[in-house]
């Protein structure tokens, strides 16, 4: 079985889950299927996809980590019509708070190959509208930043409220409504690498530094991600190969974004190994500058089609084992 245990975003990471995209044959029983000006730039994508998943597998296995992956069964859904999305975010689906896994949603389609790896008394699985994700919960020790999915309903809220909190831990809750780990990163204490101001640093992280990037990650790709918005932006449904804003939304995103988002954008969206080695998305002159004053050893790891699925390295991985217990690192 795989062990499960989180108590901060920077413990020695030991046991990992990896997701995966989607494969071109898929869209075998869709129209698009016989559009190659769509299909051809799809399958790049498909093909990048796995290859960049297979070289953050390589990074983690060589720096001591289990690793386990997720692959959508295609068969048992029939059609890409049937599905939202490939397991390709396991961070935005689940949390390892403590000593527990939790998944909760209406359902795990393309995940449960890796849950049924679980022990049932470290796995909590709660069929109801809302999520709990380290996407949008931020845990250092015995402090927990909790930005509530709006889904989430009032019950549950408190519910896994006092139960952490019986648990030892100080639960912080806000209702920003995004995902907090990609506008602000824990490197490690005292580091921190953010956005804008998302918290009240000053308060929640006395004497702790934090670099400021602004105008970065999402905010720099925000015309790709309304041409997203404009077609869609999920699946491509039956019909659509004459869709001449979907043809330009694939061809522009491979042509036009791939190489900028490479070479412009620094994504906050980073995985810790460990105090001291992190994997992030490129370089960036005044982050690894603070990486290095803090003692820390930066991976690059280029993800190329995060934007297109809406994920970092952080969101593309779940981290299932960290080395550590509960300590108090605010005081």
Known sequence: MIPIKGYATFDPLKHCWLGSGFKTEWFHDLDIYKNDK????????????????????KILKDAGVETYRSFLDIDKVGSLKNIFHPPITPRDHFAVIGEKL???????????????QIDRKNLEIVHTAGVISTAQICRVGKDLWWDVHEDTKEHIINKYKKVWEDEGFRVHTSNRGYHSDGVFCVVKPGCIVSLHDVQDYE???????VLYLPNQSWDKVDPFLKMK??????WWLKGEEHNDQLIEFVN????????????????????????????????????????????????????????????????????LYREGTQEDYIG
């Open 38 to 57: 769509i299909m051809d730039p799809l399958k790049r994508i498909a093909d990048e996809t796995e290859e960049d998943y297979q070289t953050l597998e």
């Open 102 to 116: 939790y998944a909760m949603g209406p359902g795990f389609l393309g995940y449960a190959d890796v849950l049924k």
């Open 229 to 234: 918005k404009k077609v869609g932006g999920k």
């Open 203 to 209: 308060k929640e992280f006395p004497g702790w530094e």
């Open 252 to 319: 522009t995103w491979l042509d036009d974004w791939v190489g900028y988002v490479e070479e412009t954008v620094f994504d906050v969206n980073m995985l810790s190994i460990d105090q001291n080695t992190v994997i992030c998305n490129n370089y960036n002159k005044e982050v690894f500058a603070h990486f290095k004053k803090h003692k820390v050893e930066p991976i690059v790891f280029n993800f190329r089609h995060r934007y297109f699925w809406d994920g970092g390295v952080h969101c593309i991985t779940q981290d």
